[in-house]
T-cell receptor, first 115, second 111 residues
Framework: AQSVTQLGSHVSVSEGALVLLRCNYS??????LFWYVQYPNQGLQLLLK????ATLVKGINGFEAEFKKSETSFHLTKPSAHMSDAAEYFC?????????????WGLGTSLAVNP | DAGVIQSPRHEVTEMGQEVTLRCKPISGHDYLFWYRQTMMRGLELLIYFNNNVPIDDSGMPEDRFSAKMPNASFSTLKIQPSEPRDSAVYFCASRSGHEQFFGPGTRLTVL
């Protein structure tokens, strides 16, 4: 069975500081990995995804994540936080074999950006 | 494309009433997902469809919940009778390739 753990339900950073949101997964098959962002009172939207190929993945709004198989991690980073980055961030994993179309979701990390 | 469309955006009802939530997926997407989001339980998958056929409804909390997808452009999630613990934001998402596209959600309040 697949699972996702997001370390830290709340993260607070200062504007301009590094953003690091942690995600670890477990999967018995090669995973596809995703980060979604949810702004207040909105639905989720895709930030970035890893399927195959390069393990460092770049997404929208300056975010990137690195797939580390040995660490079963897919941490999300951004070099310099902006006030507009304040949102809820969700990590998710799916089955790369294609047999299971569901996404398994983490519980989310709420990011606060302080001026 | 207008994206995934959900209606209503807000619903306030009284316990015991029937509630119907509606979703129009993005044209051409062959998977449709219904989620429920609460502070206590986070994001929960309720049911998903492939080509209008329900594939996995193991997340549907109980028999009071039902979902249908009569055609590729429309799906409903019905709660009958509704209870206060059903209060949540309900999201519909449709899928293209590996990405799920979410609607804006329906905020349901059951008094």
């Amino acid at each position: 069975a697949q699972s996702v753990t997001q370390l830290g339900s709340h993260v607070s950073v200062s504007e301009g500081a590094l953003v690091l949101l942690r995600c670890n997964y477990s999967s018995s098959v090669p995973p596809y990995l995703f980060w979604y962002v949810q702004y207040p009172n909105q639905g989720l939207q895709l930030l970035l995804k890893y399927t195959t190929g390069a393990t460092l993945v770049k997404g929208i709004n300056g975010f990137e994540a690195e797939f580390k198989k040995s660490e079963t991690s897919f941490h999300l980073t951004k070099p310099s936080a902006h006030m507009s980055d304040a949102a809820e961030y969700f990590c998710a994993v799916s089955d790369a074999s294609g047999n299971n179309r569901k996404l398994i979701w983490g519980l989310g990390t709420s990011l606060a950006v302080n001026p | 494309d207008a994206g995934v469309i959900q209606s209503p955006r807000h619903e306030v009802t009284e316990m015991g009433q029937e509630v119907t939530l509606r979703c129009k997926p993005i044209s051409g997407h062959d998977y449709l997902f219904w989620y429920r989001q609460t502070m206590m339980r986070g994001l929960e998958l309720l049911i998903y469809f492939n080509n209008n056929v329900p594939i996995d409804d193991s997340g549907m909390p109980e028999d009071r919940f039902s979902a249908k997808m009569p055609n590729a452009s429309f799906s409903t999630l019905k709660i009958q009778p509704s209870e206060p613990r059903d209060s949540a934001v309900y999201f519909c998402a449709s899928r293209s390739g590996h990405e799920q596209f979410f609607g804006p959600g329906t905020r349901l309040t059951v008094l």
